[in-house]
């Protein structure tokens, strides 16, 4: 690796000051392209000028000149004729590599300004998520989140109950809620036995999940994530696309980052749940002696 | 034959550290990257920009990474694909060699590994114009010959 390499924002300077953009101060693919016009121009007009010149000592004959005089300045026309395409040719390539490094610049930005929606994104749904402890509101709110930020039409969650998956939110098909599976069977029960997180286009394979039940409606991309928090399954949850629309890896790796902090939230809500009943039974143990 | 220009290679990756370290250790070694930080930025740029070979994540934003190389190979680009994808399963290597990737690396991959298949794609779509017809399969879960 060479130690002098210019940096990006030297390369940058570097290009701009060849292309001819003196107060380039903010990177602009806009300046860059009114540049190009701007030089295009002007050479073609003193291309046009140097040609107008030739012809005219051609045609005109008080401006004709004869002997070597005449040749020697036609050489000198089409030597600055050359020098000058030369020379617009440099400064095309300078803008040629500005522009390329204006473009990546501004894939960069969109880059980090994706990054930094989704975070906000996560981090609102986290926040959400964080104010239930009410097991019923948080499932929802899960549901819900997770459907907005995958612009997903319905889904459902299934928490673990000993050996059984069983559904106990759904939207978009109510008659889901209270279905019960055991792990290992169909998606959920996979998603539940492996552990990752699951994209179905198109019919789901039997072979691969063995006690498939075939959805009704039919829904044409899904994705299944599990809930786990601290190594312990808590669910899983499940996403459908709307129709025409089809999940991607990408929107799966999204799901799954959401389903970290669903999976925590949903681990508070049950250690509030326990504690809850602990300190009714503790009232209640006291009431009663109290009584006796 | 000495190139009269350096090698160009678009680097499509949604994650935008990845994107730096990676424009940084290219340009280290000769090669001038190019971004997209989408499928449909990529699609656009090897349309008009023809890089030398595509460095392909298979997440993107958008359009993804495999309907951007099936999109490649529908239209017969000839543009040499390297795949990254975090998964190291079979049918995944299956499915980038049948839509004409010529590399596929598993994430997380290991920075010089990337630069040597790199170049090397690279380096053979220089002698060989016909790259795209050539087949995956071979080297640590990554590379096709």
Known sequence: MRNHRQSEPDRLRRDARIAGLRDFQTPSLEAVEQRRRQLWQRTATALALIAAVVVSFAIIPSARLTGSGAGRILFVIVGVGGGLFLWAFHKETALERLTRSLTDERVLTAALTNRLHEVSLLLDAGKQMNAHLQMDELLDTILRSACELLDATGGSVMLVEETDLVTVCALGRDAAVGQRMRLGEGVGGYVAIRREPVLIDGHADPDLFPGLVLREPYVESAMSVPLVHRAELQGVLNVNAPIGRSFTEYDLRALAVFAEQAALAVANARLYEAERAHVAALLDLRKRREVG | ?145
């Open chain 2, 1 to 145: 034959m000495v190139a009269l220009h350096k090698p160009r290679v678009l680097i499509a990756e949604d994650d935008p550290d990845t994107l730096v370290i990676l424009r940084i250790n290219l340009t280290a070694v000769g090669i001038e990257p190019m971004l997209a930080s989408d499928g449909r930025t990529a699609l656009e740029r090897i349309e008009t920009e023809s890089p030398d070979a595509l460095l392909l994540d298979v997440l993107l934003p958008g359009i993804d990474g495999w309907q951007v190389l099936e999109q490649l190979h529908a239209k017969g680009d000839p543009v040499p694909v390297i795949v990254c994808s975090g998964k190291d399963n079979i049918l995944d290597l299956q499915r980038a060699r049948d839509l004409g990737a010529v590399a596929y690396l598993v994430k997380p991959f290991d920075i010089d590994r990337l630069i040597e298949v790199t170049s090397e794609v690279v380096g053979l779509r220089q002698t060989d114009p016909a790259i795209d017809r050539r087949t995956a399969a071979d080297a640590d879960g990554v590379e096709l010959a």
